[in-house]
């Protein structure tokens, strides 16, 4: 084998795995279909088209055992008595579960797992005994057959619909004493004529001379009762059915484009597609690796660095040369580099973000899963799907989201009979929800079940020494139902597959603040809850608002500043181990990011920024405002700064390094914090910030 073939052999597989992928999803979709409307022919075709695909694209790429597996259960699909087999759907999933199964381990080059249990389940479809088919049969010779339109035929289709026309498919039974059916088809197509573009019949007119049907497609502006009153000719045609075409897609059962696979098409016994995988997509989507996209948008964040650089020298040239001439033009010239930068950024922001629908995809057959098992009904309802989000986020918040919606089938929705007791409906629901606020999105998944019982989870927290009985008393019900975010904190009696293992909130939460988002809860007792996640709109870059505490360098997101606040020292007072000011009538917890001097002034005054993160506000108090910016967000491993109080840091265009605070992570220190916090959240950031400065002082920039 030449090293070209190869390597076009390993390009292949791996955009199998990529496609495959999203066959097993549609495929899960599909069998939650036909659970809910059992024997239904469209849908049955419809899975048998996706097995047929998988099993053509594997012996593409070489994997024998998943295309001999999915042949062996499309043959079985292919039977008549498989729409009305009543494990269908059963089926289904468990093909889309062991089809998973033996993808990855093609992809981790582990040993397959055993294919019999699938093979077994082709067989029993296959062997399914054929009753109940003669209603059924005569059924569809009412409406007629399953027509193979040609690709001519569905390309007609799909030019008309594109042109914004309705295009129906018209199947007619030609009435049993009618002694001349060629005839009588000609009278049809006459009918119909004068009411459109007649774009495929079947069958043939030379085929025509015993025809007991009639099937046409027709694109047409005129209502269905015009065309089926068209169609109905005493003593030729006896029943009509007149139904609009859905408007295909390029590769659908209707239309397919040409030099691609036709999906309702067959391939015969082995042989392979005759296109590689991904060639059903359409011609202007390209796959591109998310490590390319990073490369350059981290490029983008370099340039967006180097306009710094020059605005900075830009400012000093213009304080040491007021009267130069070019000075001008020089910044005519900044001004059009910053405009094209900025579309730039937005441009490649834009190829990051993902609609939410490919995370929101995913849950439907986990809830159904999940509600099997804990033996409940749960309907899970979906809306937002096309809201955008970087891929990167969109990945990392699919675990706790998983985990949120584990614990509302498992915890939140009551069983039916305890539902239907309280006077609701038996089955619950479960809603997710997205939408874009400001620079954040956000993520809601919401349950009409018995909510959060506060009085339950604060003698949960007291029995596991969480709180003491004193701060019990003082806590109110937002507060309590925060303790649910501690380590280790669970209220399941027991331990069971789905909750119980001590493996709580704490998660998603910490996740979150890894992602510099957070989340809320509401609750209603007896009506459900409510997680509000809320997640940054892009980790790369943001606008932030700058800061000096002791002659250190912070940044934190401007859109999280509901205020800034100017107070004197003497305003600051001691409240249970926390600093409080009373600002306009109401008490703000305070954050001392340095240490307070020990001999304050009257008249000493001191920064306050107001930060909001939901309904949680706090106050950070810092020496001096050192203005706004546009920040490229720089990673940091956990060698150079060993804390989530730190989301990141930047460099600004004169190579000072400054450090960007995770916000979530602080306020959550903070409530967790009994005494003292403002002391040891100030004695982490001010180590951290002499990293930051060490950092400066090692790439040779000014501290």
Known sequence: MTQHSDERGAEMRALFFQTAQELLQALNEEALKLEKNPADAETVRSIRRIVHTLKGDAAACGFRELANVAHALEDALNLESAATHTALAEIAFKAADSFGAMISAYQGETKLPSTEPLRRMARQLAQAPKTKTRSRKKAANAAGPQTDWSEYEKLAVLEAQNKGRAVYQISAVID????????????????????????????????SQNAKYLELLIASQQPV?????????????????????????????????PGRQIEDQPTPEGETNAVAPGHLMPESILRVDAERIDSVLNLVGELIIGKSMLQQAFTELARHFPKET???????????????????????????????EQLFRRFPRMVRDVAKQCGKEVELVVSGQDTDLDKSLLDAAAEPLTHLIRNAVGHGIESGEERV??????????????YHHGNQVIIEMSDDGRGIDAGKVKAKALQKGLITADEAARLNESEVVELLFRPGFSTAEEVTEVSGRGVGLDVVRSVLHRLKGSVEIET??????????????????????LFRVEQRLYAIPLNTVAEIARAHESDVH???????????????????????????????????????????????????????????????????????????????????VVLVLNLAAIIERHAQSRTGASAVLSGILLTHADRASNLSAAAGVRP
């Open 421 to 434: 007791r309280a006077g609701k409906p038996a089955q619950g629901t479960i809603q997710l929800r997205s």
């Open 326 to 356: 070019i000075r001008s033009r020089f910044g005519d010239a900044m001004a059009f580099q910053s405009r094209v930068l900025g579309d730039l950024q937005r441009s490649v922001m834009k190829i990051r973000m993902v609609p939410v």
């Open 574 to 656: 001691q409240v249970a181990g926390y600093e409080v000011l009373q600002l306009r009538n109401k008490a703000l917890s305070l954050v001392r990011l340095g240490r307070r001097s020990e001999r304050p002034t009257q008249a000493g005054k001191i920064f306050i920024l107001v930060i909001a993160l939901g309904e949680r506000r706090l106050g950070l108090i810092v020496d001096a405002l050192e203005g706004e910016g546009e920040l490229v967000i720089k990673a940091l491993d956990e060698q150079t700064v060993p804390t989530d109080l730190v989301s990141g840091a930047s460099i600004l265009g004169d190579g000072r």
């Open 524 to 545: 209603r007792t007896g009506q459900g809850t409510t997680f509000r996640m809320k997640l940054p709109l892009t980790l790369a870059i943001i606008k932030a608002l």
């Open 225 to 257: 009762e015009r065309l089926d009153a068209a169609c109905r000719i005493p003593t030729v045609i006896s029943q009509v059915s007149v139904a609009p075409l859905p408007h295909s897609a390029p590769n659908s059962k209707h239309v397919s484009e």
């Open 176 to 207: 049993p004493n009618c002694a001349m059916p060629v005839a009588g088809r000609q009278l049809v197509l006459n009918a119909l004529g004068p009411l459109g573009d007649i774009l495929g019949t079947r069958p043939e007119a030379a085929s």
